[in-house]
């Protein structure tokens, strides 16, 4: 609506934008508004008819500003239900209550959830994941070009620990594609590699080095893989053993 029905105020659109929205959510009025509001607060924006589509869930660290009649809130986005952002439809059967408490919303049908919207493939020279990151590529529908692309390619990889610097190279070579060795990384952290066991995989950032045609010869692969090595210094100072 281009005017909130209750404070007269500009309102959220179909065609807002995340910042019109997330500016929208933390400005609260005084009266109406839980004087203790929760830690989290689900978003969602009106789908038309009597149905709501989740936003996003917002964590809320406070009020930062209150003049007496507006309050506004310290919010940050959380991952909590990310992968159902803009899919997640319920019922809302009182249009008119722009907030509810958690009790009250958990009565509330889910009427349908949406195909995730596929997410393009950024290139190997654009990709840089985070382990979470990596987690999501390997298990979310919408990033099924990207398994694609990992899986049709062998190569070198990277892995630099961000909480110190140091840096591992990987390679993918025989039987495996670059997407099998870092299903592995996704599934328990260290991917069977002795150097990085132990450490923990949540400061993990991994990035392709170059790639390969499957066809490509092993011997080729692993004097990259060398290469590598000596060039970034990773067997003197960083996790490579050899």
């Not at 009597?50 to 309050?71: C, F, I, K, P, T």
């Not at 529908?141 to 390619?153: D, H, I, K, M, N």
């Not at 260290?190 to 490509?216: C, E, I, K, M, Y």
């Amino acid at each position: 609506m281009d005017v909130h029905e209750d404070t007269g105020t500009r309102g959220i659109r179909p065609n807002s934008t995340y910042e019109e929205i997330f500016a929208y959510t933390r400005n609260q009025g005084v009266a109406g508004f839980p004087a203790i509001p929760p830690r989290y607060w689900l978003v969602f924006t009106k789908e038309g008819g009597s149905e709501a589509r989740l936003w996003s869930v917002l964590e809320n660290h406070g009020e930062v500003d209150n003049d007496g009649v507006r309050r506004i809130f310290e919010l940050t986005q959380t991952e909590i239900m990310a992968d159902l952002r803009g899919r997640l439809v319920i019922g809302w059967t009182a249009p008119r209550s722009w907030w509810m408490r958690a009790r009250t919303a958990s009565t509330y049908p889910v009427t349908g959830i949406a195909d995730a919207e596929p997410i393009p493939f950024p290139g190997f020279d654009e990709l840089i994941l985070d382990h979470t990151d990596l987690q999501a590529v390997m298990r979310e529908p919408r990033y099924a070009s990207w398994r694609t692309a990992l899986g049709s390619v062998k190569g070198v990889y990277l892995i630099t620990d961000t909480s110190d610097g140091r840096q591992y190279v990987g390679k993918a070579d025989g039987a495996d594609s670059i997407r099998q060795r870092w299903s592995a990384y996704a599934a328990n952290g260290h991917g069977s590699n002795r150097d990085l066991r132990g450490l923990d995989p949540s400061t993990f950032q991994f990035s392709v080095l170059r790639v390969f045609d499957p066809a490509t010869p092993e011997a080729v692969i692993n004097a990259a893989e060398s290469h590598y090595k000596r060039a970034l210094g990773t067997r003197r100072h960083g996790l490579n053993a050899n």
